[in-house]
Nanobody, 124 residues
């Protein structure tokens, strides 16, 4: 079992930065691919970024490429999402997810464990 707890969300202005964190419990974190997804009101949950178990492979949605950076610290069982140059359209609840023993992927259904989400609101 893996439990995920996100933190770091908040209300910011367009152009600001935020760093989200996702703390994981369990011994399987270091062998798990991790992903960040987001869900805006009235929209489906969408892929944001993913990272493989050792951090040497990452994927990003086109909408965040060049602005967001995913990273992980296996010693701290934590994955991060650094978000720069935030836009109003980045407003959403952000979720981290774990895929035990698998490779990083954009496909939501491959992630078995999910956090409760953290709200990010970007005002103009």
């Amino acid at each position: 079992q893996v439990q995920l707890v996100e933190s770091g969300g908040g209300l910011v202005q367009a152009g600001d930065s935020l760093r989200l964190s996702c703390a994981a419990s369990g011994r399987t974190f270091s062998s798990s691919a991790m992903g960040w997804f987001r869900q805006a009101p009235g929209k489906e949950r969408e892929f944001v970024a993913a990272i493989n178990w050792n951090g040497d492979t990452t994927y990003y949605a086109d909408s965040v490429k060049g602005r967001f950076t995913i990273s992980r610290d296996n010693a701290k069982n934590t994955v991060y999402l650094q978000m720069n140059s935030l836009k109003r359209e980045d407003t959403a609840v952000y979720y981290c997810a774990a895929r035990l023993g698998g490779t990083a992927t954009q496909i939501r259904g491959y992630y078995k464990y999910w956090g409760q989400g953290t709200q990010v609101t970007v005002s103009s």
